[in-house]
Protein backbone atom coordinates (compact mmCIF):
# COMPACT_ATOMS: atom_id res chain seq x y z
CA UNK A 1 0.00 0.00 0.00
CA UNK A 2 1.09 3.13 -1.05
CA UNK A 3 0.92 6.17 1.70
CA UNK A 4 -0.24 9.16 0.35
CA UNK A 5 2.96 12.36 0.23
CA UNK A 6 2.90 14.96 2.23
CA UNK A 7 2.91 18.59 0.37
CA UNK A 8 6.66 18.81 1.13
CA UNK A 9 7.87 15.62 -0.07
CA UNK A 10 5.54 16.96 -3.47
CA UNK A 11 7.37 20.59 -3.25
CA UNK A 12 10.90 18.32 -3.38
CA UNK A 13 9.48 16.22 -5.89
CA UNK A 14 8.83 19.30 -7.90
CA UNK A 15 12.13 20.94 -6.88
CA UNK A 16 14.02 17.87 -7.97
CA UNK A 17 12.76 17.93 -11.64
CA UNK A 18 13.44 21.67 -12.02
CA UNK A 19 17.10 21.13 -10.95
CA UNK A 20 17.29 18.74 -14.11
CA UNK A 21 16.56 21.63 -16.27
CA UNK A 22 17.25 24.72 -14.61
CA UNK A 23 20.12 25.79 -12.20
CA UNK A 24 18.80 25.64 -8.61
CA UNK A 25 19.52 29.18 -8.05
CA UNK A 26 17.06 30.09 -10.48
CA UNK A 27 14.22 28.86 -8.76
CA UNK A 28 12.82 30.99 -5.73
CA UNK A 29 10.62 29.87 -3.02
CA UNK A 30 7.41 27.87 -3.49
CA UNK A 31 4.65 30.55 -4.22
CA UNK A 32 1.72 28.15 -4.48
CA UNK A 33 0.20 24.68 -5.24
CA UNK A 34 -3.34 24.12 -7.36
CA UNK A 35 -5.12 21.33 -8.50
CA UNK A 36 -6.38 22.20 -12.49
CA UNK A 37 -7.94 19.27 -12.99
CA UNK A 38 -8.92 15.65 -10.66
CA UNK A 39 -5.23 13.82 -10.60
CA UNK A 40 -2.76 16.66 -10.93
CA UNK A 41 -1.36 19.53 -8.77
CA UNK A 42 0.56 22.10 -9.95
CA UNK A 43 3.21 23.64 -7.61
CA UNK A 44 4.60 27.16 -8.37
CA UNK A 45 8.23 28.51 -7.78
CA UNK A 46 9.30 31.96 -8.33
CA UNK A 47 11.83 32.32 -11.04
CA UNK A 48 15.20 34.66 -9.91
CA UNK A 49 15.96 34.87 -13.72
CA UNK A 50 16.20 38.70 -14.15
CA UNK A 51 15.22 38.87 -17.09
CA UNK A 52 11.74 36.58 -16.17
CA UNK A 53 10.48 39.28 -13.75
CA UNK A 54 7.09 37.87 -13.08
CA UNK A 55 7.48 34.75 -14.74
CA UNK A 56 7.04 31.69 -12.46
CA UNK A 57 8.32 27.90 -12.87
CA UNK A 58 4.87 25.30 -13.12
CA UNK A 59 5.48 21.98 -12.24
CA UNK A 60 2.72 19.80 -12.68
CA UNK A 61 2.48 16.37 -10.84
CA UNK A 62 0.19 12.90 -10.56
CA UNK A 63 -2.08 12.75 -7.85
CA UNK A 64 -3.99 9.16 -8.35
CA UNK A 65 -5.28 6.81 -5.40
CA UNK A 66 -2.98 4.22 -4.69
CA UNK A 67 -0.18 5.45 -7.42
CA UNK A 68 3.01 7.10 -6.28
CA UNK A 69 2.97 10.66 -7.84
CA UNK A 70 5.01 11.44 -10.72
CA UNK A 71 6.05 14.73 -12.14
CA UNK A 72 3.97 14.93 -15.45
CA UNK A 73 5.73 18.67 -16.93
CA UNK A 74 7.69 21.40 -15.82
CA UNK A 75 7.33 24.84 -17.42
CA UNK A 76 8.12 28.20 -16.90
CA UNK A 77 4.99 30.68 -17.37
CA UNK A 78 4.15 34.38 -17.31
CA UNK A 79 2.74 35.91 -14.21
CA UNK A 80 -0.30 38.65 -14.67
CA UNK A 81 1.60 41.35 -16.32
CA UNK A 82 4.75 39.71 -16.73
CA UNK A 83 4.13 40.31 -20.51
CA UNK A 84 2.85 43.87 -20.44
CA UNK A 85 5.59 46.64 -21.65
CA UNK A 86 6.85 49.13 -19.40
CA UNK A 87 5.01 52.54 -19.07
CA UNK A 88 5.94 54.96 -21.59
CA UNK A 89 8.56 57.42 -21.15
CA UNK A 90 9.57 60.40 -23.38
CA UNK A 91 13.02 59.93 -24.85
CA UNK A 92 14.01 63.40 -23.64
CA UNK A 93 13.58 62.06 -20.30
CA UNK A 94 15.44 58.69 -21.44
CA UNK A 95 18.24 60.42 -22.29
CA UNK A 96 18.31 62.48 -18.71
CA UNK A 97 18.22 59.95 -16.93
CA UNK A 98 21.21 58.08 -18.86
CA UNK A 99 23.37 61.13 -18.73
CA UNK A 100 22.85 61.37 -15.05
CA UNK A 101 23.88 57.81 -14.58
CA UNK A 102 26.74 58.33 -17.14
CA UNK A 103 28.02 61.70 -16.09
CA UNK A 104 31.48 61.12 -17.62
CA UNK A 105 30.52 59.23 -20.36
CA UNK A 106 29.28 61.47 -24.45
CA UNK A 107 26.12 60.41 -25.85
CA UNK A 108 26.85 58.80 -28.96
CA UNK A 109 25.41 61.67 -31.04
CA UNK A 110 27.37 64.64 -28.96
CA UNK A 111 30.74 66.10 -30.42
CA UNK A 112 32.97 67.50 -27.29
CA UNK A 113 34.11 70.89 -27.74
CA UNK A 114 37.70 70.50 -29.03
CA UNK A 115 36.56 68.24 -31.46
CA UNK A 116 34.12 70.49 -33.16
CA UNK A 117 36.65 72.94 -33.56
CA UNK A 118 38.95 70.60 -35.34
CA UNK A 119 36.10 69.51 -37.44
CA UNK A 120 34.71 73.17 -38.50
CA UNK A 121 38.96 73.52 -39.44
CA UNK A 122 38.46 70.37 -41.90
CA UNK A 123 35.49 71.53 -43.19
CA UNK A 124 36.86 74.73 -44.31
CA UNK A 125 40.09 73.19 -45.88
CA UNK A 126 38.24 71.39 -47.96
CA UNK A 127 36.17 74.21 -49.42
CA UNK A 128 39.34 75.81 -49.99
CA UNK A 129 40.67 72.48 -51.94
CA UNK A 130 37.36 72.32 -53.46
CA UNK A 131 37.43 76.26 -54.76
CA UNK A 132 40.75 75.65 -55.76
CA UNK A 133 39.98 72.70 -57.92
CA UNK A 134 37.59 74.31 -59.23
CA UNK A 135 39.70 77.09 -60.29
CA UNK A 136 42.43 74.85 -62.58
CA UNK A 137 40.00 72.27 -63.70
CA UNK A 138 38.19 75.07 -65.62
CA UNK A 139 41.50 76.32 -66.56
CA UNK A 140 43.53 73.47 -67.36
CA UNK A 141 43.08 71.20 -70.75
CA UNK A 142 43.04 67.54 -69.78
CA UNK A 143 44.11 66.76 -72.71
CA UNK A 144 40.83 65.42 -74.04
CA UNK A 145 39.87 66.08 -77.68
CA UNK A 146 37.23 67.05 -79.13
CA UNK A 147 35.36 64.74 -81.68
CA UNK A 148 36.18 65.98 -84.94
CA UNK A 149 34.82 65.35 -88.08
CA UNK A 150 36.53 62.07 -88.82
CA UNK A 151 35.10 60.85 -85.52
CA UNK A 152 31.21 61.55 -86.33
CA UNK A 153 31.36 61.13 -90.18
CA UNK A 154 28.23 58.39 -90.39
CA UNK A 155 27.14 58.88 -87.35
CA UNK A 156 23.60 60.25 -87.15
CA UNK A 157 21.57 63.44 -85.20
CA UNK A 158 18.84 62.11 -82.97
CA UNK A 159 16.44 63.37 -85.83
CA UNK A 160 18.05 61.55 -88.34
CA UNK A 161 17.95 58.64 -86.49
CA UNK A 162 14.44 58.66 -85.69
CA UNK A 163 13.04 58.82 -89.35
CA UNK A 164 15.93 56.19 -90.17
CA UNK A 165 14.99 53.00 -88.67
CA UNK A 166 16.03 50.81 -91.55
CA UNK A 167 12.74 48.73 -91.89
CA UNK A 168 10.86 49.07 -95.07
CA UNK A 169 7.57 48.20 -93.41
CA UNK A 170 5.84 51.22 -95.66
CA UNK A 171 5.98 48.85 -98.15
CA UNK A 172 3.99 46.16 -99.61
CA UNK A 173 4.38 43.48 -96.93
CA UNK A 174 3.20 40.69 -99.74
CA UNK A 175 4.67 41.36 -103.29
CA UNK A 176 1.39 40.95 -106.10
CA UNK A 177 2.60 37.74 -108.15
CA UNK A 178 2.84 40.79 -110.91
CA UNK A 179 6.15 41.90 -109.09
CA UNK A 180 7.59 38.16 -108.63
CA UNK A 181 7.97 38.43 -112.83
CA UNK A 182 9.74 41.48 -112.55
CA UNK A 183 12.20 40.20 -109.98
CA UNK A 184 15.67 38.40 -110.35
CA UNK A 185 15.63 34.84 -109.95
CA UNK A 186 17.37 33.96 -106.62
CA UNK A 187 20.01 31.50 -107.12
CA UNK A 188 17.92 28.47 -105.73
CA UNK A 189 15.39 29.64 -108.49
CA UNK A 190 17.49 29.35 -111.84
CA UNK A 191 17.24 26.69 -113.88
CA UNK A 192 20.17 24.62 -113.49
CA UNK A 193 19.35 21.50 -116.16
CA UNK A 194 21.66 21.08 -119.26
Do not use: K, N
Given at each position: ??V ?5 ERA ?15 V????G?E?P ?9 A ?6 T???WV?S??D?E ?14 DGA??A ?7 ER???W ?7 R ?5 A???T ?12 DD?E????DL?D??G????D????E?A?S??E???DT ?13 D???R ?11
Amino acid sequence: MIVPITDEERAALARAALGEVVDPAEVGDLIGAERPEPGVVDLRFACTLAAYTGWSWVVSTSDLEGVEPTVLEVELLPGDGALLAPPWVPWAERLAEWRRQHPDERHPGEVADDETAEDDQDDEDREDDDAELDEEDLADDDGLDELDDAELEGALSPEEAEQDTGDVDDEDPEPDEADDDDRAPRPAEEDRSL
